[in-house]
């Protein structure tokens, strides 16, 4: 079946650290892979998406690189802010020909929090 | 233009009622899909509709069921409402259903109580 795993958290750092978090899938095919944050008492919006093998999604900072070969998406900031405080979630979207195309599968979150 | 809508925002109710939660699709958007989150099992898919018909159901039981209108509204129902039913049930719209590189827009959600 289809799954994502994301780090552990919580994760705390300092303002302008550089911020990594990981993020393995398993599917079948090539799905389509996505960040989403979300921030206390919001719903989710999409940070940044990529749609096939060796695509750079990246978006206020952020970046992710969809990376066949190890089924990862990890997400990076050079340089956080205290506005970046919020909970991540990375997720997929099976093939468009397979059942459920339009259903994401999410991993755990991470929340992140950055000290001024 | 307008984002998703989900109505209401927050929502408590007793053990064994049911409750009806509403969400409006961004307009031109013909896919919905709904969310439950909680701490402990995180994000999970419920079901999707396109078209007024349930194209996709997630792991949930019979109690858990919805609907879509002409307009692409949905409403999602709960019945024989659990303690363990306390949550944020997310919605998600998108422009069409099998097409790659289509976006999921999500409301704020509703949270749901169950006392």
């Known amino acids: 079946g289809n799954s994502v795993t994301q780090m552990e958290g919580p994760v705390t750092l300092s303002e302008e650290a550089f911020l990594t978090i990981n993020c393995t899938y398993t599917a079948t095919g090539y799905p389509s892979l996505f960040w989403y944050v979300q921030y206390p008492g919001e719903g989710l919006q999409l940070l940044l998406k990529a749609t096939k093998a060796d695509d750079k999604g990246s978006n206020k900072g952020f970046e992710a690189t969809y990376r066949k070969e190890t089924t990862s998406f990890h997400l990076e900031k050079g340089s956080v802010q205290v506005s970046d405080s919020a909970v991540y979630f990375c997720?997929?979207?099976?093939?468009?020909?397979?059942?459920?195309?339009?259903?994401?599968?999410f991993g755990q979150g991470t929340r992140l929090t950055i000290n001024p | 233009k307008a984002g998703v809508t989900q109505t209401p925002r927050y929502l408590i109710k007793t053990r064994g009622q049911q409750v009806t939660l509403s969400c409006s699709p961004i307009s031109g958007h013909r896919s919905v899909s709904w969310y439950q989150q909680t701490p402990g099992q995180g994000l999970q898919f419920l079901f999707e509709y396109f078209s007024e018909t349930q194209r996709n159901k997630g792991n949930f039981p019979g109690r858990f069921s919805g609907r879509q209108f002409s307009n692409s509204r949905s409403e999602m129902n709960v019945s024989t409402l659990e303690l363990g039913d306390s949550a944020l049930y997310l919605c998600?719209?998108?422009?069409?259903?099998?097409?790659?590189?289509?976006?999921?827009?999500f409301g704020q959600g509703t949270r749901l109580t169950v006392v």
């Open positions: 997720a997929l979207r099976p093939p468009a020909l397979a059942q459920g195309a339009q259903k994401l599968v």
């Open positions: 998600a719209s998108s422009r069409s259903i099998g097409t790659l590189n289509t976006e999921a827009f």
